[in-house]
């Protein structure tokens, strides 16, 4: 049975089956999905039945990735996201886009690849073509593409006047 719902998941993940009477059913599914994956939910457009949205929990709150296509694996605990990406962590204010995020709800780590570019807090931004966020340590390692460098910018306050 689990492995039938996991290929009606991913299924349904990337849009192939799209009806809306199946949506109720889907929900039913996600949520269940969810559990095995750890905290990981992908939100239902509930018209087609079709998600290319997931949410994540995390110690600072919920994790949303936005993207063209996404896939859960329940086995492994992985959500890839790809294409045009948006991630948004409000909990920690960080928000970034790149071309593929990979969340791997077990070791609580999400990778970014492809012209990624980080903003956090105001004006904080680190921008390289892959930037993994370890999210419990609220650490960014970030590696540029062959021949460039890695491109950070942090905002420093004034100090303050006696």
């Known amino acids: 049975m689990l492995r039938a719902q996991e290929r009606l998941l991913d299924h349904r993940l990337l849009g192939m089956n799209r009806s809306p009477r199946n949506a109720a059913k889907l929900g039913a599914l996600v949520a269940a999905t969810a559990l095995w994956l750890g905290g990981v ?5 509930q018209a087609t039945g079709r998600s290319n ?3 994540a929990q995390a110690g600072g709150g919920s994790i949303t990735l936005d993207a063209d296509v996404q896939e859960a694996n329940a086995q492994t605990g992985v959500v890839t996201a790809r294409g045009n990406v948006q991630v948004d962590y409000p909990g920690r204010q ?3 886009t790149a071309q593929q995020a990979q969340y791997f ?6 990778v970014l690849t492809g ?3 980080v ?3 105001g004006s904080n931004s680190i921008r390289g073509e892959v930037v993994t966020y ?3 340590e609220s650490r960014f390692v ?3 593409k062959a021949s460039q460098q890695v491109r950070s910018v942090y905002a420093v306050p004034a100090a303050a006047t006696p």
């Open 41 to 45: 939910a992908p939100a239902l457009d």
């Open 53 to 55: 949205v997931a949410q």
């Open 94 to 96: 960080i928000k970034a």
């Open 105 to 110: 709800s077990n070791e609580r780590r999400m």
């Open 115 to 117: 012209d990624v570019l």
């Open 119 to 121: 903003t956090q807090t």
């Open 134 to 136: 370890f999210i419990d």
């Open 142 to 144: 970030a590696l540029p």
